[in-house]
């Protein structure tokens, strides 16, 4: 560094690591360059897309950072056998301990993650919205965008309302449910939801529907680009490390990309609740504990058989595959994903106005018991039913969920699926014919039952699916079908007659 520059005097010979991290914390903190994050001090970087995100400060960094805030200087014996103060070059054992003391703790602003726009927080009584830079109020790294426009809330609800206008909802309550996605992540992040968010589960009937893409609009809105977590087939690395290292990262929206099959996750599932620092064990690095209160957590699959507890923890929004004729809308910026992100100022607008509106009328939570996340769930209820005018947030949720988390359940509604798809709604199938259905259909296997089973021990399994899918009743629905169960009567091949069970698939 140049002469200008403060002495830093490094410890030893009467000097503690005390009262060198002290100066020279109180030096770097101001310039927020480095940040203090679940126990460790992180910088930010970018990525090859330019997306920002957080990565661990190492000693060797320090080396030459450090030198930057002031002249590294430690006593050293002359050769008069005096103690002099002389240019030194920082070691890593100096460095490791400096950046391990508490001061550090103390004197750097503490991040708890990044978004790539303002964020709305109430300051005694007031919203304010806090611009680009260190927020120290909401606690989180601010890395771009411009402050929106305040927007009339009639415009702001219409807007909004129209961004969802090409999906196909299963019902109003998932089109509400998608709507909540969109402001979700301005409450959290103002400090105005405290208490825990759902994973937003994105579904769909069939491949190429855009359930993914509706989940990265709500990214869009706040400026970010999602981490992307794909579901792996053996490699290096599991589901939950990928994870654990997207959070290290910081970056607020995380996507699980197209899940198929049953998602076990106690990683996930503890993360969703944590209400304090959560550990996330990184390769190379060691345990880093972050914030759960600055991500957001979405799932996209066509059909995911999650646990109980996973699915207390999450909000359910069903779309359906258009027909192949259906035009998607186009704008002068390209599909809708470009179109919000060349207007994202003007979007996040809308979510603050709509913000602006709850809170003008005091906060009114509704009285929704029925979703583990009370506060989440009362406070979008009332949103979309008062503001956004969009229905009952939770309407038929829970029995959806129920469905989700059944594995009988989850296997009829793919078997259901591919009977539309296949044309053959009010056709009444046999054990047989499912069974044929199910060999012919890749990912169809019938649950718990052994490959290469005999055919008759097969169809056996499928009446004992059936049996628990129905319970007593005779008709059940599962999303837009109903599944009936019947019997109708056949001769044998060189017998009599005989009474077979029949399945029967319809919309409803």
Known sequence: GGSDLPIIELPGNGITYTACARKLFSLIGPTKTLFNRGGVVQRLATDDKGHPFLVGFSADEAKSCFEKFGRLKAYRKSEGNELV????????EIATGLLSSEERRELLPTVKGLIGCPVLREIDGALHVAGKGYDSRSGYLITGGELPP?????????????????????????????????ITPALKMGGFIRASVPCEL????????????????????????????????????????????ALVKGRAFIIFDNWRGPLDSPHMEAFLTASGNFPCRIPHVGTIEVQPEGFFIGLSSNGVEITRDFANRSSLVRIRKHDPSFEFRSFPEGNLKYHVRANQPFYLGCVHAVIREWARRGKPLTSEATHSFREWSRTLDYITQHILGAGPLMDGHRQLLDQRSSPDLVWARALLLEIEKEGRLGEGLTASNILELCEEVEGLEIPNLAPNADPQKAKIKIGRIMGKVFGDLQTVTIDSLTFSRGHREVNRTGGGPEILKTYTADKI
Do not use: C, H, W
């Open 202 to 245: 994105g579904e769909a009937n069939d491949s190429q529907s855009g359930k993914t893409f509706r989940l990265e609009l709500n990214a869009e809105i706040y400026a970010e680009a999602p981490s992307m977590v794909s579901l792996k087939k053996g490699g290096v690395g599991s589901v939950d490390e990928t994870f654990s290292t």
């Open 150 to 182: 305040e927007v009339p809330i009639g415009e702001a609800v219409a807007r909004l309302g129209a961004l969802l206008d090409d999906f196909d909802f299963e019902t109003p309550g998932d089109r509400a449910r998608a709507l909540a996605g969109f």
């Open 85 to 92: 103060l002389k240019d030194v070059l920082l070691s890593n």
